[in-house]
């Protein structure tokens, strides 16, 4: 018991000496680290450190961040670019993550007659120059007008400032959090996401060995016949499976909607860390958009861009999120599962569109029918000579709207009862048979069969497919609603 209370006095008398050291000392302690405290503040908290006039006046910036250097400049375009052609620079975030704060660059205070280097300013951890046009410069090029250098040094963590100079005399705490912006053009200035307005036309899929590729045609004559499908993919006996545009679309938001959770590496040497040499899934974007830009009258004009994006997923980093990164680029990231979680569960046969859809209702200019016990009935939506309404017959006889498309309707989209890809029926032995012709560069004139299967069962024969399978319950319905529409212009 003695020996513990001998302890205890040993280690009180330990922290009293520290305690008094640190008292005795508390002057050069707080000259070192908390010197702001002993200088007197200049400025009202809005001192402005260089006058930039616009956005467009910035014409180069560089900057050396652990002992490596960057830079970028404008082109002829005006847009930033840099000395490695690979990369290609988000313009929208090289204007706001850099060149707007640079605008607005404020110090909060000035510090006057003090030593830089009580502020990290003789070993800087970012110095960064700034290049801007000058104020008599009408055409601003890489170079021209003013040059400014910053050095940025400590950070206080009380004030949540950092200590930066421009002459190694004069000390700012830079109100602005632009050093924080710095750092590898991979992080934060390559484009990783679609522009504003893109335009998807082709989605693959790599997963388990497989390559699933879905195309949405840029034009109407490429496309399936309905707009109702949009995407499609190309299976292996070269059919066309029409795919649920809901399902893929979550598939693109992937990469329109991406939010990096982190940045783990940059420049690995060895991506099967991250299970990113041989990745859970290759996703490959393919899209297009509208760039403003210039005619050569200098008027305003626009240009289609045509780009492609793979994305990469590897191994899971820990239980709620996977390793990550477009390829062709030098940074390891990690996506939440919550963002990508159409993708993780990712199902190629869940986004095929299981309905027998026919051509949709605007598309319609004649739909001649003709019933199992021969019966025919033409039924018609003319347009006026202006095309901007029309006129609808039955066998030749003007009916209302609704006449004709409750025809249509118990033709569109019949409820499925099965399946069966292997059906084979021949279109000879169709109960029911449908002739469309449609307003359409594509599939303008379509044949529609209805097959008996079983007894309760037919087999829909469509745009050249022949696998779903509906009740005679619908095939009655059809029959109905033609005898409806023949008996009022009998």
Known sequence: ????????????????????????NWGAIKDR??????????????????????????????????????????????????????????????????????????????????????????????????????????????????????????????????YATLDHETVYLLQSKLPDRFGPYQDFLVKEYAPEGSIPTFISVEYDGQVHDYT?????????????FGWYETMEDGSIQPINVDLLSNLYDLFSEEKWASNVETDPEDLSIYGLDEPLFRVTFQYYYSKATTDESGLPSAETVYDEYVLLIGDASDETHHYAMKEGTHVVRTLADKDISDLLNYDPESLYMHY?????????????ITLPDGTTCLCEARPSEDGKSFTYYVQGVEV????????????????????????NRSIE??????????????????????????????????????QYLISKRVVDGIIEAVNEALALVQ
């Open 429 to 466: 032995d169709a109960a029911i048979k449908v002739h469309f012709s449609r307003e359409r560069a594509n599939y303008n004139e379509m044949d529609l069969y209805l097959i008996p299967y079983s007894s309760a069962l037919y087999v829909v024969d469509f745009a050249g497919q022949q």
């Open 1 to 24: 018991m003695k020996k513990r209370t001998v302890i205890w006095l040993l280690c009180v008398m330990v922290v009293l000496i520290a305690v008094y050291a640190l008292v005795l």
């Open 216 to 228: 949405y045609p840029e034009n109407e004559a490429e496309g399936f016949y309905s707009t109702v």
């Open 33 to 162: 680290f908390f010197p702001e405290e002993l200088k007197p503040y200049e400025g009202d908290g809005t001192v402005e450190i260089i006058p930039i006039e616009s956005n467009d006046c910035v014409t180069r910036l560089s900057w050396t961040l652990d002992g490596k250097e960057y830079s970028i400049f404008r082109n002829a375009d005006g847009d930033f670019v840099s000395d490695d052609d690979s990369l290609e620079f988000d313009q929208e975030l090289v204007s706001q993550e850099l060149i707007s704060s640079l605008t607005d660059f404020r110090a909060s205070h000035v510090l006057t007659d003090v030593n830089p280097a009580d502020y990290g300013l003789d070993e800087p951890w970012l110095t960064f120059t700034v290049y801007d046009c000058g104020p008599d410069a009408k055409h601003p090029l890489p170079g021209d007008g003013n040059v400014n250098t910053f050095y940025v040094g400590m950070f206080n963590s009380v004030t949540e400032t950092y």
């Open 356 to 368: 027998a859809v026919v051509p949709e209702w605007q598309s319609i200019r004649a739909m001649d």
């Open 400 to 423: 209302e709207k609704e006449d004709v498309r409750n025809v249509f309707l118990s033709l569109y989209n019949p409820g499925i009862d099965g399946i069966d890809p292997e059906a």
